[in-house]
């Protein structure tokens, strides 16, 4: 046998052994009348990869939501308390200017409201084109005033309240002894107790949230809310923009973060002038101390 015939036979022999390889050993011989065995697509076989890929990443962003949600809650609240401590910031900064922090809402001849605090102390806030573009001679609601009351101004919004883009859910705390009255100035001087026990300004929730430049505060509503849901044995965070309590800017510029009970407590401090506030004040003194 020549070279070249041994090379063929090799050659041959190579090609057998190959095609009995793609033949499975644990399959039953086919025969002729067998039903050809079909093949998936290329097209097939990344369609069915795809659809398990994609279920894996469904399982994984089921599995972040939550620590997304609950890292967001924090951030919101953190800026809420930024916002408040600006607001703070802009009322002592107009009664430096003006020596007396501003009434709740400015008055016409005849005692009609015209404009909010928030309005008075848009200069303060780095807002003053927008202050000097309103006439405070007419209603805040005044076609004159169309522009600046439809004005989107975040200082004026908790991040985890959804309401209207002109709306604010920070309001002024109005009471005898409190830090604002309704339609004249007060001077800081006038204001009893001390610094770090009168509240200054609270958050609300979206259904108590107003037009920033609109003359009310609806506090009363607000409380009288939280007080039917504590009687009916729900936690106030149901009805409050942050879990657990309401945020509340003190006149010393600190901001906190008051329970149902210490709420009501400098509400009733507000109201009536009492100064037992001892759990609040122990509070404070321990947060200060850190």
Not at 16 to 37: G, Q
Not at 182 to 208: F, K, M, N, Q
Request: with cysteine; proline share 9%.
């Amino acid at each position: 046998m020549c070279v070249s015939d041994v090379r063929f036979l090799n050659s041959f022999r190579f090609f057998e052994s190959s095609a009995l390889m793609e033949e499975n050993p644990y399959e039953s011989p086919r025969t002729e009348d067998d039903p050809p065995v079909g093949k998936k697509s290329p097209v097939a076989r990344r369609l069915v990869q795809g659809l398990v890929l994609l279920g894996i990443l469904a399982v994984l962003v089921a599995l972040l939501l939550p620590a997304v949600r609950s890292a967001r809650e924090p951030a919101r609240r953190a800026q809420c308390v930024n916002n408040l401590r600006q607001i703070a910031l802009a009322l002592h900064n107009y009664a430096a200017e003006h020596e007396c922090l501003p009434p709740v809402y400015t008055v016409d001849a005849d005692g009609n409201p015209l404009h909010s605090w928030r309005t008075l102390i848009l200069p303060f806030i780095e807002h003053a084109p927008l202050y000097d573009m309103i006439d405070l001679s007419k209603p805040w609601d005044d076609p004159v005033n169309q522009l600046a009351f439809e004005t989107y101004l975040s200082i004026y919004r908790c991040p985890s309240v959804v309401s209207p883009n002109n709306h604010a859910n920070y309001l002024a705390v109005v009471a005898p002894f409190g830090c604002f009255l309704p339609t004249r100035p007060r001077e800081l001087s006038d204001i009893p107790g001390e610094a770090h026990l009168a509240l200054l300004v609270i958050e609300v929730d979206e259904t108590h949230s107003v037009p920033w430049m609109k003359p009310i505060e609806p506090i009363e509503d607000w409380l009288r809310n939280l007080d039917t849901m504590s009687r009916r044995g729900l936690e106030t965070s149901v009805r409050t923009p942050h879990p657990g309590g309401v945020q509340g800017v003190m006149l010393d510029g600190s901001v906190r973060h008051l329970t149902r009970e210490e709420l009501d407590e400098l509400i009733s401090k507000t109201s009536s002038g009492t100064s037992q506030l001892a759990h609040i004040d122990a509070a404070y003194s321990q947060s200060a101390s850190h």
